[in-house]
């Protein structure tokens, strides 16, 4: 009787391990999750499902088209493997793997030496730590953070709390969303959209179709990319620096050195730039503006206590006001104007609508022309010219004015 009883119990377990392999097959996705009313079995080492409320170690790998399932805990040398899965509560520890079609979820952990892999997702409370990787369609959730050795991949999300850290990556469609930070040898790439407080750090790029919002900063080799617009209180980017199509930024920028910026720019109060600064087409540039040495800009506008520096010029509709300066061979452009403690200087020239104002100057070699103005102290200076509906008052140096 005894061992009759021993018999149907062993046959029962069969047929209900042949039963969710079937079951597996015929929805073809071999990862029982959630386990068909809290049932159980095969796991010591490889044989794949586990639940009747999993827990697992003896020291894991699970294998045979993995799973593991609600409640899930794993814990150490985990392994889990091919069509992966772990469920609700999810943790799994040390030597963590988890491999092709990756779930993982609520309360997600993952913990050392991770990598989790094909198709990922992991969930709400994410973590994932050191010498992280996750592979494509990565998601990741609320609060995550990934770490040491850090890489994420295509279709990526990342989400709030995000961190992602050294030797950072993360790849196509990026987001990363609030708190980023993303660091060292910092990467983040095409469709990189961050959101708030953002950081980058060290070696940093952020790619086309960049946004980012409160605060940024990026750092050194910085570079940015297509579509850019920041939005910030205390935007920064730094040293290499470029940022190029279609900028805006906002307030507080700065980008250092080797600047560029460029096309369609407007960059805003406390506005900089600076050392072989450029900027470019449709410039506003702002408040306490500046831009710097081997400037060029490619003006209408570079506004309040403005200077542009070192091999300047300024180009057409240009503005620049006031305590204006411009500097070393000067240019200026079309529709110019300046204004108030203007000056322009060696190698002057200054263009069509000309104008300049309250202590004046232009300087060596000046140039200035129709609808001339200068004005305050006048000065304009070596081989002046200045042309229709001049008024200058005075101090010129040599001939023709009109």
């Known amino acids: 009787m005894k061992k009759n009883g021993e018999k149907m119990k062993t046959n029962f377990i069969v047929a ?7 079951a597996l097959l015929s929805t073809g996705y071999a990862s029982v999750c959630p386990d068909l009313s809290i049932g159980g079995a095969p796991h010591p080492n490889g044989g794949g499902f586990v639940a009747a409320t999993a827990i697992v170690d003896s020291t894991v790998v699970v294998t045979t088209n993995a799973s593991v399932c609600e409640d899930a805990i794993v814990t150490g040398d ?7 899965r772990v469920k609700g509560n999810a943790r799994i520890e040390g030597n ?16 050392d030496n991770a990598i989790v892999e094909g198709d990922a997702h992991i969930y709400g409370n994410a973590l994932i730590k050191e010498n992280a990787k996750i592979s494509n369609r990565a998601q990741i959730y609320g609060n995550a953070t990934i770490e040491g050795s850090s890489t994420v991949y295509g279709y990526v999300q990342v ?15 990026a987001r990363i969303l609030g708190n980023s930070t993303v660091m060292s040898k910092a990467s983040v790439y095409e469709y990189a959209y961050l959101n708030g407080y953002i950081l980058a750090s060290g070696n940093a790029k952020i790619r086309g179709s960049s946004q980012f919002y409160g605060k940024v900063t990026v750092l050194h080799s910085a570079e940015v990319s297509g579509s850019v617009y920041a939005k ?37 109060n406390s506005a900089e730039v600076f050392d072989n600064a450029i ?12 831009v710097f040495d081997r400037a060029l800009v490619s003006a209408s506008l570079i506004t309040d206590n403005a200077l542009i520096y070192g091999k300047a010029q300024v180009v ?3 503005v620049v006001k006031n305590s204006s300066r411009v500097f070393g061979e000067a240019s200026v452009g079309g529709s110019v104007n300046l204004l108030d403690a203007s000056k322009v200087y060696g190698h002057a020239v200054m263009y069509g609508a000309s ?28 081989n002046v010219v200045i042309r229709g509906n001049a008024l200058l008052v005075i101090d010129v140096d040599t001939g023709e004015f009109q």
Do not use: C
Request: aromatic share 8%; net charge negative; no cysteine.
């Open 16 to 22: 209900l391990y042949a039963f969710f392999t079937i």
């Open 316 to 318: 057409e509709s240009a």
């Open 159 to 173: 989400s709030g709390f995000a961190k992602i850290k050294d030797n950072a990556k993360v790849f196509g469609n």
């Open 96 to 111: 963590a793997i988890i491999k092709g079609r990756a779930l993982i979820y609520g309360d997600a952990r993952i913990i």
């Open 78 to 84: 985990a392994i889990i493997d091919e069509d992966a």
């Open 355 to 382: 104008s300049a104002e309250l202590d004046g100057e232009v300087f060596e070699s000046a140039q200035i022309s129709g609808n001339a103005v200068v004005s305050g102290g006048g000065r304009a200076h070596g």
């Open 232 to 268: 910030g209180i205390d935007i920064y980017i730094a040293d290499n620096a470029k940022v190029l199509g279609s900028v805006l930024l906002n307030d507080s920028v700065r980008i250092y050195g080797f600047a560029t910026v460029f096309e369609n720019s407007i960059l805003k």
């Open 279 to 290: 900027v470019s087409g449709s410039v506003t540039v702002s408040g306490n503006a500046k």
